[in-house]
T-cell receptor, first 111, second 113 residues
Framework: DAKTTQPPSMDCAEGRAANLPCNHSTISGNEYVYWYRQIHSQGPQYIIHGLKNNETNEMASLIITEDRKSSTLILPHATLRDTAVYYCIVRVAGYGQNFVFGPGTRLSVLP | DTAVSQTPKYLVTQMGNDKSIKCEQNLGHDTMYWYKQDSKKFLKIMFSYNNKELIINETVPNRFSPKSPDKAHLNLHINSLELGDSAVYFC????????????FGPGTRLLVL
């Protein structure tokens, strides 16, 4: 079972920031937070990951709370092409560790 | 160049048939995976291979068998196809088994009639 809880759906206006929340209240100290997305009919795409510090790359920013029980993925200027299902996953790095995908959040970017 | 490729993209077949789906990665990765995404859109891992050794084998029917001729390829062979096997199958790869970033292929849409 997935160890994360995400809202099933969200809307965002094009050009605005999209803030996608994720709860992982049972996260362990050695578990990373990963975000992937799946655009309709395509394979999942890696976005970003972090352990406890905030992270930023060319796609998004990841904000992890100090207690690590929740995080927020931020797409700073959402475009129509960001419409997708976003998955938040916690995972220990190492041998034999699976990714467990939950239902994710369906983000709709509206014109 | 496509990093992770799968063939065929679509596969329609009759119950009871045997079919294979091929996957190739040109990333030089050591680990490859097969996932199944069913009609409810849940994505579940089926197998992973690291240096030609099966290291994760989730509770999938033994009609499904992964075959890896070399570390760039992981094919999925399915015997005696059933209606419930209809799904989208994704191949993925990662630099190593412990690496968290996986790169997914475009998927193979299997429909069993």
């Amino acid at each position: 079972d997935a160890k994360t809880t995400q809202p099933p759906s969200m809307d965002c206006a094009e050009g605005r920031a999209a803030n996608l929340p994720c709860n992982h209240s049972t996260i362990s100290g050695n578990e990373y937070v990963y975000w992937y997305r799946q655009i309709h009919s395509q394979g999942p795409q890696y976005i970003i990951h972090g352990l406890k510090n905030n992270e930023t790359n060319e796609m998004a920013s990841l904000i992890i709370t100090e207690d690590r029980k929740s995080s927020t993925l931020i797409l700073p200027h959402a475009t129509l092409r960001d419409t997708a299902v976003y998955y938040c996953i916690v995972r220990v790095a190492g041998y034999g560790q699976n990714f467990v995908f939950g239902p994710g959040t369906r983000l709709s970017v509206l014109p | 160049d496509t990093a992770v490729s799968q063939t065929p993209k679509y596969l329609v077949t009759q119950m009871g048939n045997d079919k294979s789906i091929k996957c190739e990665q040109n990333l030089g990765h050591d680990t490859m995976y097969w996932y199944k995404q069913d009609s409810k859109k849940f994505l579940k891992i089926m197998f992973s291979y690291n240096n030609k050794e099966l290291i994760i084998n989730e509770t999938v029917p033994n009609r499904f068998s992964p075959k890896s001729p070399d570390k760039a390829h992981l094919n999925l062979h399915i015997n005696s196809l059933e209606l419930g096997d209809s799904a989208v199958y994704f191949c993925a790869s990662s630099l190593s088994e412990g690496a968290g970033t996986q790169y997914f292929g475009p998927g193979t849409r299997l429909l069993v009639l």
